[in-house]
């Protein structure tokens, strides 16, 4: 009478209709379902259906658009899927596709490259003529990598340089945002420009510290000391108590970029460090290798001015980058749009590609997704980094390309080392520390206003693998009431484990 009601119950259970966030869950249960043991695949992926549908009732969601698609790797069926070809906005989970592309097209051990240019011959020192300073596209490129081309430069016995410093960023087009970013972010350091010639990810930091008196300005300095950079200071100290409140802009003039900051900090405030964009990457570059020349002691006199290297010129020196599957861990881990919009440009190497979202322009990884099997059409990849609204996808596909590039043995290990350790590293520092499963979930995260995503990998018992991608959008909430059930979501998957 017991195992009656068991499948009784059973079969009752697959035939709800669960609802919740929008669309229905599908579940493909076994024909002889009725007759399952209960603790079967069948039951366990019932019982886990059931427990998301739960969850996805949640009233955060009552209004939002979901998706979710979660399979087992070595399963033939997905063991939950609702809204899995639904096009959504994937934020940040934009990257898995980044990722993806330049792994293919690039490889994990490519290099890029930064060179110095001039001419062959010199004497007592003095190198005639003009130098060129040129970006092949490395994101990682700093001002201690700059100093130390300059370094080799006098390694050489170069110790003056009589003409100009041109600085040469032509290699990958010269179109610095992508298509759909906002235009009314300001110049933050989350979505800097891009240039082939780019230093500290063309970015730098700034300081405010509030004055001793109250309505006197508050001390503002840059890091950098670059004449490049220059600031205007409009930041007062208010009383102790009020909320601190930093507006920045930044306007370009005569090769220099001007920073108006302007608000206030509380005169009981700590000291506040913020970090900031630069207009012109490739003379903010010049600028810090300029500067770089003169720690070492050649002296430049001349102007840093933007240009082309031309042909038949000598290398003086070069530095190579990090290989891309060092970038790939950098950029997943603390999803670095910087990097993720340069490895896009990398694989593209096309400036058409760029100057429009156009629904017929085809970029680098786009092509690369088309060969994966993904028709042309059915999704729209606009950025590298996610920070396009015109970026669509669906749920079943950011799981397909994850379990494409699970199973290909040469990039399997690049792969799950650049996602985010759950409860230990990067985006994913802070979440499913409970239960057991900070080490049992490697996964992208995607947010921006009204967005959530999540896709990556769980590891169950018995070596199992699971893969699964959920895309929460226009939700009028906070996003960490959304990160919640994400993560109950993947707690009852291991929890079940079907």
């Known amino acids: 009478m017991r195992n009656n009601n068991i499948n009784i119950a059973f079969a009752a259970l697959l035939g709800l209709t669960f609802a919740g966030c929008g669309g229905q869950a599908v579940i493909r249960p076994e024909t002889t379902a009725a007759l399952a043991a209960p603790d079967s695949a069948a039951v366990k992926r019932a019982r886990l259906a059931q427990s998301i549908d739960s969850l996805l009732a949640d009233s955060s969601l009552a209004q939002a658009q979901c998706g979710l698609y979660l399979s087992e790797l070595n399963g033939p069926e997905p063991l939950y899927a609702k809204n899995q070809d639904q096009l959504m906005i994937p934020a940040s989970v934009n990257k898995i596709f980044t990722t993806a592309a330049a792994l293919y097209d690039l490889g994990p051990n490519r290099q890029f490259l930064t060179a110095v240019y001039g001419g062959s011959l010199w004497t007592n020192g003095k190198l005639p003529g003009d130098v060129y300073l040129k970006g092949f596209g490395d994101p990682l490129l700093s001002s201690s990598d700059l100093e130390a081309l300059a370094f080799r430069l006098k390694s050489r ?46 970015i730098f930091e700034v300081s405010f510290r509030p004055s001793s008196r109250i309505g006197r300005k508050a001390a503002v300095s840059a890091a950098t000391g670059l004449p490049y950079i220059k600031i205007q200071n409009q930041v007062t100290t208010s009383r102790p108590g009020i909320k601190r409140k930093i507006k920045a802009e930044r306007n370009h003039s005569n090769g220099t970029d001007i920073f108006t900051f302007a608000g206030r900090l509380p005169q009981d405030d700590s000291v506040q460090y913020n970090s900031f964009s630069v207009s012109e990457p490739a003379l903010y570059s010049g600028a810090l290798f300029a500067r770089a020349l003169e720690n070492q002691g050649i002296r430049f006199t001349g102007r840093v001015r933007i240009g082309q290297t031309p042909e038949g010129l000598a290398r003086l020196a070069v530095h190579n980058s990090p290989p891309v599957y060092v970038m ?13 919009e340069m490895l896009f440009r990398q694989v593209s190497r096309d400036s058409s590609a760029f100057a429009s979202p156009e629904t017929d322009t085809i970029n680098g990884v786009e092509k690369t997704l088309h060969r994966m099997g993904f028709a042309p059409g059915s999704f729209k990849v ?54 057991g499963n900070k080490v049992r979930v490697r996964a992208k995260t995607g947010t921006m206003t009204g ?11 018995d070596d199992k693998v ?13 996003a960490a009431e959304v990160r919640r059930v994400q993560d109950a979501v993947l707690e009852k998957l291991l929890e079940i484990a079907p």
């Not at 790939?328 to 993720?340: G, P, R, V, W, Y």
């Not at 970026?391 to 699970?406: D, I």
């Not at 967005?451 to 018992?461: D, K, N, R, V």
């Not at 699971?466 to 906070?478: I, W």
């Open 157 to 202: 016995g170069i110790f003056q340089i009589t003409g100009d410093l041109i600085v040469d960023a032509s290699y990958l087009d010269t179109v610095k945002y992508g298509a759909g970013w906002m235009w009314d972010e300001g110049p933050h350091a989350y979505n800097a420009p891009v240039s082939a010639l780019s230093a500290n990810q063309n």
């Open 328 to 340: 790939l861990q950098k950029m997943n881990k603390e999803s670095d749009n910087f990097i993720a």
């Open 382 to 435: 606009a950025d590298g980094s996610g920070l396009s609204r015109y970026n669509l996808c669906y749920p079943r596909m950011a799981a397909e390309v994850l379990t494409a590039l699970y199973r290909d043995p040469l990039l399997q290990t690049e792969l799950l080392e650049s996602l985010p350790l759950a409860g230990v590293d990067g985006t994913l520092y802070r979440r499913m520390q409970s239960g």
């Open 451 to 461: 967005i959530s995503c999540l896709a990556g990998f769980a590891f169950g018992p």
């Open 466 to 478: 699971y893969c699964f991608a959920m895309m929460f959008n226009n939700y009028p909430g906070r």
